[in-house]
């Protein structure tokens, strides 16, 4: 069912939001905010400044996880439901 697909993506994608939060959210040896990740810039000056500081950087890579996460729950949801076949 492609419902399990979709679950399976969702969970694991989560946790690789999570793990990808845990690794690449820390900057200048403190976390980051969750909702200065969320925040995009507003104008030039504040794309510069999130630049700089490396928010841009934090921000990819940890979308980056949870991308990779989701794919991954979609082979595992795929695979599940193959055996189950």
């Known amino acids: 069912m492609a419902g399990r697909i979709i679950l399976w993506a969702v969970i694991i994608g989560t946790v690789g939001l999570v793990v990808g939060y ?8 403190d ?25 841009q950087n934090a921000r990819r890579s940890i979308l980056i ?13 795929a695979l599940g439901r193959r055996r189950r076949a």
């Not at 969750?34 to 928010?55: C, K, M, W």
């Not at 996880?65 to 949801?77: D, E, H, I, K």
């Open 22 to 29: 845990l690794i690449f959210g820390r900057l200048a040896g």
């Open 65 to 77: 996880s949870g991308a990779v996460g989701a794919g991954v729950g979609v082979v595992v949801g």
């Open 31 to 55: 976390y980051l905010p969750v909702g200065r990740l969320l925040q995009r810039p507003h104008n030039l000056l504040e794309d510069l400044a999130q630049s700089v500081t490396g928010i």
